[in-house]
């Protein structure tokens, strides 16, 4: 297959990338740079082994779109172009919901337009909300995410099952994630956050290179083992992994189809720092802190439904998270810049 990668110059993307390579399809790369970097689709087209074009531009952009896909005979979309700062989200709503929901219309209009009709979208754990008992699996009612980023998520779904409703043509798989992490075994590709990391695993692994003092814990006091926080964290590769699978089963099916992306288990931010410790051989510093607004305690999947329907399971644990995620640190302590 062909497939077009949206989003593919950033952390998922890129690595998804490697696995569509590897596995025989040809690849091309729309991204507007925005986070980022075409030295990570280099990389990926060269861990692959294929070539892969990136096309500078945005989702946005319909006639742009309509060149892509009439250059690019394309058979697939995989879709992960869109922002993701939660914080950023709450100050800037309009920016979040023009480039995630918008852009997410104007692809899904081209898409129509040239017959193609096969979409992978990425989605995430947040549309469940906080008010179901846990695991979390496909059959529960959406909820209403805390935050504007986690709306648009919970928008653009909702536009995807209208859209496949209406139009038999759809193949749509919605890809749930649990908390993404880790970076490609060999070190060469891997989370490169602008400025200070929202995000856990990518915070504890610049503390250990001490380009940050310490890591502030948020909440000691959840109802949780050790008070802290609870996550179902997966390897980058495991979830890229997932996306193949859904890619390929979406041949056997029509309409939508909503698949969770998790290991099944949770572990706690302290477990996260001892983890990373054990990887890198030194101490995390941490201090704790109030918890951050709009955190639940804990959350993990039900990944079961991934399992039957897909054959997906997570292959990697957390020793390979973190082992990984420091092998890329080190040998990019800036990222790509
Ligand atoms: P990322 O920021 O590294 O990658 C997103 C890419 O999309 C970036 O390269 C960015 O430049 C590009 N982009 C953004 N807006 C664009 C636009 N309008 N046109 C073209 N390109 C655009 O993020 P990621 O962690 O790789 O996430 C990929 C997808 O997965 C996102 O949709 C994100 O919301 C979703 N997701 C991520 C997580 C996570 O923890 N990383 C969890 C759940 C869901
Ligand atoms: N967290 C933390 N300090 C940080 C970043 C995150 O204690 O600097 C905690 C956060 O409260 C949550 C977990 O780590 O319990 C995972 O947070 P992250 O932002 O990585 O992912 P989320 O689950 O919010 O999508």
Redesign the pocket.
Known sequence: MKVLVTGGAGYIGSHAVVVLLEAGHQVVVLDNLANGSAEAVARAAELGGGAVPLIEGDIRDRPLLDRVFSEHTCDAVMHFAGLKA?GESVEQPLRYFENNVAGTLTLCQAMAQTGVTRLVFSSSA?VYGDEHPLPWHEGLPTGTPSNPYGRSKLMVEQVLADLAAADERWQIGILRYF?PVGAHESGRLGESPRGIP????P?IAQVATGRRES?????NDYPTPDG??V?DYLHVMDLVEGHLAALQALGRRQGVNVWNLGTGRGYS?LEMVRAFEQACGSKVAYHFAPR?EG?VASCWADPSKAREELGWQTRRHLAAMMADTWRWQQANPEGYT
Do not use: E, H, Q, S
């Open positions: 939660v947040t908390n929202n995000n856990l695993v915070y890591l502030a814990v948020y909440g802290t926080g996550r931010v951050r955190d």
